[in-house]
Structures are given as structure tokens and as C-alpha cells.
């Protein structure tokens, strides 16, 4: 991975719950030269943090369940030491994402172009049964009402993403669940907050998807993401 402009620091907050047959995966593919790996254990009930603490990666808890509650705990944690022109990213802990195409997320911030960057889980990229037929819908779902609503360009709520610190600080985040991906893509709609969505590779997780993989886990994320987009639609 390219050095940062002004030599910026790169942050990886990962949210994971029971991902210990991935985590060491995840950590050993991401590029050596961030600053800080931080695994957020979402009230894991498996050895999610000793192998993660073996891995290399600090290891922060967050007992309150929920995606968005993961996240917010790994924000907390590098607030103290965080500088405004550094760069956060997220990814997840089932080794679904291709931590080594970090990069392809990062440049475009570290040269300055924009301020947030969304990896898209484009169909040829894509292994044939990494998205279930529902999370496909979903996000076609939603990227088409954003792009209605917003005259957005996303076309996917994919969660490997990245974000200037200063930016992500004035998003206010707040969405403790499923939310939490689009809440940030329609704030920076709403705020006028420059973006791309670069595409990436994904494969199939290890282990069972916590949110698509269950009937009340794909509903209540549909429940939420309509919601949040409708309620900035109103505004």
C-alpha cells in the first residue's frame, strides 16, 4: 500500500462476532503498514480475541450486540490518537472482503480527490454464492432509491469502505444495527461530502452471515435501511 499524503495514519476497525475460524485470515492479509488493526469482539461466545490478539490486531469489547455498536466502540477507541487527516477503515471479520485491495480504497482519499470511498461487491468480482439472492435485492433496492432521492452513485452498501477521520467525526454516527452502512453513505449524500465507489473482490465468508443468513436478521436490516433512507428523504 502506498504511503499517505502528509503521512497520514490508517486505522482498520474490524466488528466481529464468533469469527474465529477467520479472523487471523483477515488480519494477516491486511497491509503492514496501517497503524493500528482494532477488532471489535461484539460479545463473542468463541476465542475471537485470542486469536485475534495472536494475530497481531488490538482487541477491544463491545457487549452491546449490533453491528453499528461494534463500529462506534472502534471510533471510541482510536478517537484519543486519531489526527484529522488520517483514514479509517472498515471491513468485515468473516474474510468475505480481499483485505489486500485496501489500497484501491485508500488512494483516492490520500491523493485528496475525495473524502469517502465505498467498496462495491460488483457481480464479476464476485464469487457465485458470496451474496445471497436477498442481499442482492436489498442493495439494488436501496442504491436505486438513493439514486432517485439523492442522485447518488452508489451501487452497493458494501461494508469495506474508508473514510477521512475528520469526515467520518462530522457524520455523527449513530445507528447501533444493520443501519450502519447506509446511515454513513446518506449522510454524505445530505452533507455534500465528496465520494467514489471503487470495486472490489468478494468471496465466500467463513461461517454463517449474521445478518442475511437468518429470516429475522435479512428483515430487520431491510427494516432499517428503507427507514433510514425514507426518513432523509423527508428532511
Known amino acids: ?13 474490524i466488528p466481529a462476532f464468533n469469527e474465529e475460524q477467520s479472523i487471523a485470515k483477515v488480519i494477516a492479509e491486511i497491509p503492514k503498514d496501517v497503524t493500528e488493526i482494532i477488532v471489535v469482539d461484539n460479545n463473542s461466545t468463541d476465542q475471537t480475541t485470542s486469536v485475534a490478539l ?3 490486531a488490538t482487541v477491544v469489547h463491545q457487549k452491546q450486540i449490533g453491528y453499528g455498536n461494534a463500529c462506534l466502540k472502534g471510533i471510541a477507541h482510536i478517537e484519543p490518537k486519531a489526527k484529522n487527516q488520517d483514514i479509517v477503515v472498515f471491513l468485515d471479520g468473516d474474510y468475505s472482503d ?4 485496501m489500497s484501491l480504497l485508500i488512494e483516492p482519499i490520500a491523493a485528496e480527490k475525495v473524502k ?6 460488483t457481480k464479476a468480482l464476485r464469487s457465485k454464492n ?4 436477498q442481499q442482492i435485492f436489498g442493495n439494488a433496492l436501496a442504491t436505486t432509491l438513493m439514486r432517485w432521492f439523492f442522485k447518488s452513485k452508489f451501487t452497493d452498501l458494501g461494508p469495506f469502505r474508508a473514510i477521512r477521520y475528520e469526515t467520518l467525526q ?3 454516527m449513530s445507528d447501533k444495527t444493520y443501519g450502519w452502512t447506509v446511515e454513513m453513505q446518506l449522510k454524505v449524500l ?3 461530502i465528496t465520494y467514489d465507489e471503487v470495486s472490489v473482490s468478494y468471496k465466500d465468508r467463513i461461517g454463517k452471515s449474521k445478518v442475511s443468513g437468518t429470516v429475522k436478521g435479512t428483515i430487520f436490516a431491510g427494516v432499517k435501511i428503507l427507514g433510514w433512507i425514507f426518513k432523509y428523504s423527508l428532511k
Open 54 to 56: 495472536k494475530a497481531g
Open 190 to 192: 445530505k452533507q455534500g
Open 1 to 13: 500500500m502506498s504511503s499517505t499524503k502528509n503521512n497520514a495514519a490508517v486505522w482498520v476497525i
Open 98 to 101: 480481499y483485505p489486500e485491495e
Open 170 to 172: 462530522k457524520l455523527n
Open 116 to 121: 469517502f470511498v465505498v467498496g462495491a461487491r
Open 130 to 133: 458470496s451474496m445471497m439472492p
